[in-house]
């Protein structure tokens, strides 16, 4: 598999290391961003947190939209 941003530009040392969440492109480390999330559980009463982050891998496109500036 190879990175999606790396093909376009033309790169093809580069090794995959995840797949974006949100539009499922495969990213490698130089355009990939690993960000934490909380997960979210609804228990009965209400929502909750386990208070532990997740991981999420996004690539740098998504990355951008999500957190502009
Ligand atoms: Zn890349
Ligand atoms: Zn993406």
Do not use: F, W
């Not at 033309?10 to 499922?24: E, K, L, W, Y």
């Not at 496109?61 to 500036?69: H, I």
């Amino acid at each position: 598999m190879k990175c999606y941003d790396c093909a376009l530009s033309g790169r093809s040392d580069t090794t995959a290391i995840g797949v974006c969440t949100r539009c499922g492109l495969v990213i490698c480390r130089d355009h990939g961003r690993v960000t934490r999330t909380v997960i979210h559980q609804s228990r009965g009463t209400g929502a909750s947190t386990t208070g532990r982050p997740a991981r999420r891998a996004v690539c740098q496109t998504c990355y951008g939209a999500e957190y502009p500036g």
